[in-house]
Nanobody
Framework: QVRLVESGGGLVQPGDSLRLSCAAS????????MGWFRQAPGKEREFVAA????????YYTDSVKGRFTISRDNAKTTVYLQMNSLKPEDTAIYYC?????????????????WGQGTQVTVSS
């Protein structure tokens, strides 16, 4: 089993930055692909970013490319999502996910492990 706990959400203004963290505990973190998803009010959960277990490859949805950066620290068993130039449309609950396969994360909703989510609100 893997337990994921997100933190770092909050209320910010457009153009501001936030860094989300996802701390993992349980089985070997370094062998897992990790991802971030988000769900805005009234919308389905969507893929945001993913990173392979050695951090050799990262993936982003088009709407966040150039603004968000996913990274991981296997020694700290933590994955991060640095979010810059935030927009109101980035407002959502952000979820951390883990799976053995990066393909599963990229495909969407069938990841093995999920966190509880952290709220990000971008508003003036």
């Amino acid at each position: 089993q893997v337990r994921l706990v997100e933190s770092g959400g909050g209320l910010v203004q457009p153009g501001d930055s936030l860094r989300l963290s996802c701390a993992a505990s349980g089985r070997s973190f370094s062998s897992l692909a990790m991802g971030w998803f988000r769900q805005a009010p009234g919308k389905e959960r969507e893929f945001v970013a993913a990173i392979t277990w050695r951090a050799a490859n990262t993936y982003y949805t088009d709407s966040v490319k150039g603004r968000f950066t996913i990274s991981r620290d296997n020694a700290k068993t933590t994955v991060y999502l640095q979010m810059n130039s935030l927009k109101p449309e980035d407002t959502a609950i952000y979820y951390c996910a883990a799976d053995n396969l990066i393909a599963t994360i990229l495909a969407g909703s069938q990841c093995d492990y999920w966190g509880q989510g952290t709220q990000v609100t971008v508003s003036s």
